[in-house]
């Protein structure tokens, strides 16, 4: 199986920055979209931002101009810069990653998340 692990959470003050990554581990024969989603207390996890295999972002229209998605194919890594953070921004951060392990059925996977809270 593979293994989502999410870093960089944190208690930020408004108008300031975080960056969080998120490390996949275990043998897969493919690794391919990966995004980051949030919940906040009492709302429905929401798509963040997505990035393809290829470097094609989509993000939330809440979050533009202000989040950066990357990736590094390389360390099976995704990264969120987040930038002018705002109080709303604080939830739980979640990974995911779709993919094809070796047995060649479909994965996706999530990782256990990591707090950002944004003080005003």
């Known amino acids: 199986q593979v293994q989502l692990a999410e870093s960089g959470g944190g208690l930020v003050q408004a108008g300031g920055s975080l960056r969080l990554s998120c490390a996949a581990s275990?043998?897969?024969?493919?690794?391919?979209?990966m995004a980051w989603y949030r919940q906040a207390p009492g709302k429905q996890r929401e798509l963040v931002a997505a990035?393809?295999?290829?470097?094609?972002?989509n993000y939330a229209d809440s979050v533009k101009g202000r989040f950066t998605i990357s990736r590094d194919n390389f360390k099976y890594t995704i990264y969120l810069q987040m930038n002018s953070l705002k109080p709303e921004d604080t939830a739980v951060y979640y990974c995911?990653?779709?993919?094809?392990?070796?047995?060649?059925?479909?994965?996706?996977?999530w990782g256990r998340g990591t707090q950002v809270t944004v003080s005003s």
């Open positions: 995911n990653a779709l993919g094809i392990l070796l047995s060649q059925q479909n994965f996706d996977s």
């Open positions: 275990g043998i897969v024969y493919s690794l391919n979209d």
């Open positions: 990035i393809t295999t290829g470097g094609t972002t």
